[in-house]
């Protein structure tokens, strides 16, 4: 049985149900206990050797779920589909039925211990090239959110960068093109190269209609073949892997590479966008400005740190919002006291949606579906159209029903029961009444045959080998009644039961079993609910991370003094007083006074700042800063600086600090002249670039001659900033 199975999941590690353990064997054992730093054993034989093994308990599995899919590897969950008593009815001699219920990879998560908080997980499906262009479709499980783009070649990258994805889905052809090799580098590890044949367009289409449960794709859209495959293709693996019909739940969103600034892999990097060049939250610039309250709300900022618009209408629609907030000082203050009581519903929701959903799930949809309606009121008289109110919907139905039918303090789990709350159905309070009842019995019983036999130690108890039985001490052994029948002798104590106690004990469990199978049908019904308004209720979470996102961005601004920037179409760039926003922040937190305040000036006539001075002087820092103010600027926040006029930006590049690749064969100096090549190839009049030190590891006249000439051709042929 094991070996059928294994055969089907060759490039998975097989947790294989035993009992109340996950167990694996062979090659498998000896991976899993050297990256989960348990104990190798080994059970049975094969071929004459020692079969090596290795196990979890399954109530425990997700943290080692975690630490697995962590370094990279994918998890075939076979459970027993089927109990002891089930298998003897069907008369069978050999082992359970058991089978791979899911395939748990990095890209299809949805269970909340295996992700992060305040980032998006996205699966990304790339569809094979046709005449250099592709199309990326990427789908959060976790949060339902699905988006499907175009790209060249040469924007993948920076698209990929973007989307920081946790698995990438792509043709096994792609990675077989020696000019793609360095596309793909940087995400190795995530790579899941398929089949060209996995990637026909018939088939492709079909998934997504079936997904949506639609007969053409023009009900949500009009889609290229290419985006159609990789909409496909993502959405095929993801079915594969929860081993189910998938019924999505947002209907995918089309973007172009245009509405977003440019920033690459290598710039996000070096500016430190979302976490320090050691790998860090902390010292980011996300860590600086993330104020927001909602874990939705720190995805969404997350996510337009590295995507600042382009759109001289759009980043004014969002700046007007903060500008908003920041004059309504008690408002912002109300809101975010409201919003940090908002639970993480847009992850519960699909949770739920995929039958993988908790009683504490349906809570979070609760509790934070009242906080929805608070905020709604609270910004009843915001000006129509700034922000998105009507997405807040109306759940007072679906409320109630969950607040009168929910336990206040709920369990991780329906097996066990115990989260309905009394009142809430009249049936159920019946069946808890007789176990109740029951359970006085038993106490009673207990101290009659305690009255009868003497033995003061005599207590009734419960295990799941015997039941319920009599425990007596063996020093009391003799006192026993003749109507004692002797179930178990133990070391320090012997078990009996009575007639009267095997009645009792065969009622309660009765009880019991119809007190869960009524709460799980309850919850079944309430999962039903949620359902029938499920993408109601994820607009209501879009909605909530925008509130979160403009409240967090005008408490920042107020607190520390950030303003408003003029965002026009321009070749303009001008800073007054402005301020780099980790240091200062940095300088705050160690109490070393305040950010010496500079000004930076570009426009048509004067495209290049040269910048000399010694070490530590502070250049870096004043390059680094001023492209932070653009992309916080365009990403809809207010900037640290008196003033700042910004023409929009449509790529940021950066070429700084020294590092080699010498696994691919490159040096400092080779590392440094490719990506200036980029920069020359590609570096529009819109485009905004900072380079710090070119030409090192040369002589002096060669290393001076490069960058003489990469600053001419930069400001007379590219005219960029």
């Not at 792509?170 to 990675?175: A, D, K, T």
């Not at 009659?448 to 020093?475: C, D, F, P, Q």
């Not at 040369?698 to 600053?711: C, E, K, N, P, R």
């Amino acid at each position: 049985q094991y070996w059928d199975i294994k055969r089907q999941y060759k490039e998975c590690l097989l947790f294989f149900r035993m009992g109340d353990f996950y167990e694996l064997f062979f090659e498998d054992a000896v991976i899993a206990a050297h990256d989960l730093d348990i104990a190798l054993t080994k059970r049975g034989k094969h071929d004459e050797q020692d079969i090596p093994m290795c196990g979890v308990p399954f109530h425990a599995c997700e943290s080692y779920l975690a630490k697995l899919i962590i370094k990279g590897h994918k998890v075939a969950i076979c459970e027993q589909l089927e109990d002891p008593e089930t298998a003897k009815k069907r008369g069978s001699k050999g082992p359970l039925l058991r089978d791979v219920i899911r395939v748990v990879t990095a890209g299809t998560l949805t269970e909340e211990a295996l992700l992060s908080a305040r980032r998006n997980n996205f699966l990304v499906g790339i569809s094979p090239l046709q005449r250099d262009e592709a199309a990326v479709a990427s789908l959060d499980l976790s949060t339902g959110a699905f988006l499907v783009e175009k790209s060249t070649m040469q924007l993948l990258p920076s698209i990929l960068a973007r989307l920081q994805p946790a698995e990438i889905l792509l043709p096994e052809s792609l990675l077989q093109q020696p000019d793609l090799f360095e596309v793909f580098m940087p995400f190795k590890k995530i790579l899941c190269p398929l089949p060209s044949a996995r990637f026909d367009q018939q088939n492709c289409e079909r998934a997504v209609l079936e997904a949506y449960q639609v007969r053409v794709a023009d009900a949500f859209g009009s889609f290229s073949p290419q985006e159609m495959i990789a909409m496909g293709i993502v959405i095929d693996y993801t079915k594969l892997c929860h081993k189910a019909a998938l019924n999505l739940l947002n209907y995918p969103q089309q973007q172009l590479a245009t509405q977003f600034m440019i920033i690459d892999a290598s710039t996000q990097r070096s500016l430190e966008l979302t976490a320090t060049l050691g790998g860090k939250y902390l010292g980011s610039v996300l860590s600086a400005i993330d104020r927001t309250k909602t874990a939705s709300g720190g995805r969404l900022l997350a996510h337009q740190l590295v995507a600042p618009l382009t759109d001289v209408a759009s980043i004014n629609h969002r700046l007007d919002r903060v500008d908003f907030f920041v004059r309504s000082r008690d408002l912002t203050n109300t809101c975010m006291e409201l919003l940090s009581h908002c639970p993480d519903m847009e992850r519960a929701v699909p949770r739920i949606h995929l039958g993988r959903g908790s009683p504490r799930d349906l809570g979070v949809l609760r509790d934070g579906l009242i906080q929805a309606r608070a905020i709604k009121e609270c910004l009843s008289a915001t000006p129509k159209d700034l922000l998105p109110l009507q997405g807040l919907g109306f759940f007072d139905g679906l409320i109630d029903r969950l607040q009168r039918a929910l336990q206040d303090q709920l369990p991780p789990h329906t097996r066990d029961g115990g989260f309905i709350a009394k009142g809430y159905n009249e049936q159920l309070d019946n069946y808890r009444t007789i176990r109740e009842d029951a359970q006085a019995t038993m106490m009673q019983l207990q101290s009659r045959y305690i009255s009868e036999t003497g033995i003061a130690s005599l207590k009734i108890r419960h295990n799941h080998v015997v039941g319920y039985h009599i425990e007596i001490g063996a020093a009391h052994a003799a006192k026993a009644p003749s109507s004692f029948i002797h179930r178990q002798t133990m070391l320090s104590h012997m078990r009996y039961t009575t007639p009267e106690l095997s009645d009792w004990e065969r009622s309660i469990e009765a009880a019991s079993q119809q007190t869960l199978a009524l709460e799980q049908q309850l919850f079944a019904d309430l999962v039903d609910d949620v359902k029938v308004q499920a993408r109601e209720i994820l607009d209501a979470c879009q909605a909530l991370a925008q509130v979160d996102v403009a409240v967090s961005l005008a408490a920042l601004a107020v607190a520390e003094g950030y303003n408003r920037p003029l965002i026009d179409a321009s070749q303009t760039f001008v800073i007054k007083g402005g301020r780099h926003p980790v240091v200062e922040a940095a300088l705050h937190a160690r109490q070393e006074g305040p950010f010496i305040k500079n000004d930076c000036s570009l426009d048509n006539e004067h495209r290049v700042i040269l910048l000399t001075g010694p070490n530590m002087a502070g250049k870096s820092t004043y390059l680094r800063q001023n492209a932070l103010l653009a992309i916080l600027a365009q990403l809809g926040s207010f900037v640290p600086a008196e003033s700042a006029h910004i023409g929009v930006i449509d790529r940021i590049f950066s070429r700084i600090g020294a590092a080699d690749d010498l696994a691919s064969g490159r040096s400092t100096f080779m590392v440094e002249m490719i990506e200036t090549a980029t920069i020359l190839h590609q570096a529009t009049s819109s485009s905004f670039v900072i380079l710090d030190e070119i030409g090192r590891g040369t002589s002096t006249y060669d290393g001076l001659s490069i960058a003489w000439a990469v600053i001419e051709a930069l400001a007379i042929e590219n005219q960029c900033r």
